[in-house]
């Protein structure tokens, strides 16, 4: 008896259809994060140009760009470096995205020189070969400097361009949650935050669940949607659902957390089996999620069950399709110094803000009508102007014109005062005739605006009817309603009969209809024909 014995060449780990990339110091960091928490069916590589960075990481896919280049010391926080290191590069790249990969996540720290710089280039590679690729990156802390928040925003834009879809988290709303930390600490939740992000996404493919979210449904979402904003809260007790919700969509760690206006959400619900998810908190999620992102949003849900919740529920949105064109991060303020009064221990304002002036040419709003010039006139007293008090100067059309009340007392005898008050008056009524004609010119341009824009609507209504009965008309010629009966009964029946015309005394077309007589010039009869007649002499 032979002993038959097979053998199988068995690969020695599956390849999945997610990677994660690491690139440059901050994405590696992040990187190996994820990989010690662990991802489920996520393949991990750290990309750098620090062959000494590389050798710490636990991650055994390792790629190092920029070899001839840096020779292994670094891009030096000079974006333009890293970007020739992964130039450099390309092809092993590509070579390892080339296997089967279906989606990957480009995560760095941007910044600095080889994740601002290289991450562009990874994501242009992965594009080019139709993989779904997701940036997270990281904004740097405002502590930082501002050269590096213009480098990281300068590299975020450069990376929309060639992702489908960028989340962005700014380091500092990590201050706004956990105050002062260590600065260990606060880089370390940073990576924890960039591991929600991945770990959100891609176990929303990996998991399975009862309703299923799979790859196609992730990809509906994010392909070619420019920025987006991720949320995931986990909670337990009364009224998780609600609570659950409300947390996702209220974290400060993500850029843009308001989901109004998104296009397309992907929704995933998560739950133990302690406690699975009812129907009425289904219902309750949907509709708060729906409500918040108004009713033009494409909602796509999925839901699972994670033996490792127990009683809890976890919910994580991804909303798409923001109108975003640029990101900008916020800029660091300036010290407010509070200075208070000894005496009365109020706070005193040293930067007070100046008032808006409107700067704007308005009309007068009401007709002005000016007062009749009268020889007794009383004296008002005048107002003393209020301490720190300017007053508005009046503002019409582009000019102005100052009226000043004579000071002496108007008497009877006195005809020089009253010729000087009479000749205000005149002065008074020749300036609101003015205005009046520059109010009537004003509105006869007003008018023929109006007239102008009445002729272009008309014109545009004439043309866009004279282009619907084209395309009628068109359609009308291209269309075939005949069916075959239809070209059969074509065919076999004459058209004269179709149309319906009666033919009497018709002569055969095989019998010679040739007229005997001609004509002149004058369409005078000439006679005979002698070549037709019957005998020809």
Known sequence: MSDNSYQFDIPPHHKSIIKVIGVGGGGSNAVNHMYNLGIRDVEFFVCNTDVQALQSSPVPNKLQIGTNLTAGLGAGANPEKGKHAAMESK?????????????VFVTAGMGGGTGTGAAPVIAKVAKELDILTVGIVTAPFIFEGRKKAKVAEEGINLLKECCDTVLVILNDKLREIYGNLSIRNAFGQADNILTTAAKGIAEIITVPGYVNVDFEDVKTVMCEAGSAVMGSAMTDGE??????????????????????????????IMSGEQAELQMDELTEITDFIQEMAGEEADVIFGHGIDEEMGESISVTVIATGFDQSETKLPAKKGTVKKVYDLDSSRQINKNPEPPQQNHQAEQPKERITPKQPSLFEEDQPDEEPKEGHKEEEPVVDTRTYYFERPQQKINDEDDDSEMSQHKVGIDDYEFIDKIEEEQNEQIKIESAEEKSLKEIKLKREDLQRQAKERVDMIKKLNSNPYRQDDYKDKWNTPAYIRKNVNLQDVPHSADHNVSRYNLNDDNQILGNNKFLHDNVD
């Open 239 to 268: 009224n998780r659902a609600r609570r659950a919700a409300e947390a996702a969509l209220s974290s400060p760690l993500l850029n843009n957390m308001n989901i109004h206006g998104a296009e397309k959400i992907l929704l995933s």
């Open 91 to 103: 092809e092993e790249i590509r070579e390892i995205l080339s296997d089967g990969t279906k989606m």
